[in-house]
């Protein structure tokens, strides 16, 4: 069945260091991908989307770049700030009407 | 303009209770999805429901049930609780329910089964 996988935390990080989350999907069609961000004590807050392949997702600095070649979405900024601690989930949407999301990965960027 | 609103925040409950969840999405947003995300796990889809009727299920026990109103809110019910139950429980709410459309996210209920 459709699901994600992606690399397992915590990620601890320097302030301007750069960050790389690796997301793999297994899926039958051509579904969406997306990143989703929840800060501590609140929701999950879209971040990124791409709908279709070789398709880049970008925002606040993040970048994704949905490769169907090898399944992947991986994200990815140039240099972290320490805002930017959170928990990041990969998430796979298809069929329009149901997300899988990955198990999350914990980010911690250090001062 | 108020966010998607859930209530409560927290619960405690004990095993074979009964629970329900409330959520008000966002102003204009006819479609709401409920996920169940244990610690240490990602969101799992349990519901989509879009102008009051059920668009989609996933795979959780009968004791989940949900429904939707005529103002599109929503309640999620759990019937005989397990330990296993305890979890953020989140909704969702978008304009329509369709492919691509953003998802709005609640703050979550958190449900302690004891």
């Known amino acids: 069945g459709d699901s994600v996988t992606q690399m397992e935390g915590p990620v601890t990080l320097s302030e301007e260091a750069f960050l790389t989350i690796n997301c793999t999907y297994t899926?039958?069609?051509?579904?969406?991908l997306f990143w989703y961000v929840q800060y501590p004590g609140e929701g999950l807050q879209l971040l990124l989307k791409?709908?279709?392949?070789?398709d880049k997702g970008s925002n606040k600095g993040f970048e994704a770049t949905y490769r169907k070649e090898t399944t992947s979405f991986h994200l990815e900024k140039g240099s972290v700030q320490v805002s930017d601690s959170a928990v990041y989930f990969c998430a796979l949407l298809y069929n329009f009407n149901k997300f899988y999301f990955g198990s999350g990965t914990k980010l911690n960027v250090k001062p | 303009d108020a966010g998607v609103t859930q209530s409560p925040t927290h619960l405690i409950k004990t095993r074979g209770q009964h629970v329900t969840l409330r959520c008000s999405p966002i102003s204009g947003h006819k479609s709401v999805s409920w996920y169940q995300q244990v610690l240490g796990q990602g969101p799992q889809f349990i519901f989509q429901?879009?102008?009051?009727?059920?668009?989609g299920r996933g795979n959780f026990p009968d004791r989940f049930s949900a429904r939707q109103f005529p103002n599109y809110s929503s309640e999620l019910n759990v019937n005989a609780l397990l330990l296993g139950d305890s979890a953020l429980y989140l909704c969702?709410?978008?304009?329509?329910?369709?492919?691509?459309?953003?998802?709005?996210f609640g703050s979550g209920t958190q449900l302690s089964v004891l």
């Open positions: 429901y879009y102008e009051k009727e059920e668009r």
């Open positions: 899926a039958t069609g051509y579904p969406s």
């Open positions: 791409a709908t279709k392949a070789d």
């Open positions: 969702a709410s978008s304009l329509s329910g369709t492919q691509d459309e953003k998802l709005f």
